[in-house]
């Protein structure tokens, strides 16, 4: 009974050194534009993102894209990221918790990664005055994006399927 405590020790062991933890996604760009609402302007409201996973060399930097209207808001929209070899990114907005939440000033993105069979999920929180900084103009175009400082943003990832 001796023998199968140091062998199951050493088998734990060599199961933790095995999988290394995850280390975290990198949002390296993010911008968000809102248009002015003038007559004649556009009515697209957008976001773009940069995401890599520094996990696997055969993923690829993923570039997000989203856009919307001010009377159809994106929270909860998947949004496919732009095609990389060895998986497809995807990625919805969701509502912040904060006391102002806004798709462009204070809102939370969920990535989402799938490797074949394989499912991993990471949900990051966007805030100007926080991570992200901008202005608005005098015609009511507003533009934000990352504070150079924050860059990149880390997300936590885990698997989910």
């Excluded at 918790?97 to 499912?119: A, I």
């Excluded at 929180?125 to 009511?140: D, I, P, Q, R, Y």
Aim: one cysteine or more; aromatic letters at 8%; a negative charge.
């Amino acid at each position: 009974m001796q023998l199968t405590t140091p062998l199951l020790a050493l088998t734990l062991a060599a199961l933790t050194t095995a999988t290394p933890p995850l280390q975290p996604w990198q949002v390296s760009r993010l911008t968000t534009f809102s248009p002015s609402g003038r007559p004649g302007s556009s009515i697209w409201s957008t976001i773009n993102a940069t995401i890599s996973d520094p996990n696997d060399a055969a993923v690829s930097v993923a570039i997000c894209t989203g856009k919307w209207t001010y009377d159809e808001p994106p929270y909860g929209v998947v949004n496919n990221c732009s095609d990389t070899p060895g998986g497809k990114w995807s990625f919805q907005m969701l509502k912040s918790d904060g006391t102002n939440p806004s798709p462009t000033t204070d809102f939370k993105l969920r990535f989402e990664l799938v490797k074949g069979d394989v499912v991993f999920a990471g949900t990051e929180k966007f805030v100007v005055g926080e991570n992200m900084s901008g202005l608005c103009g005098a015609s009511g175009v507003c533009s934000f994006g990352l504070k150079e400082e924050m860059t990149p943003v880390l997300v936590h990832q885990e698997r989910v399927a």
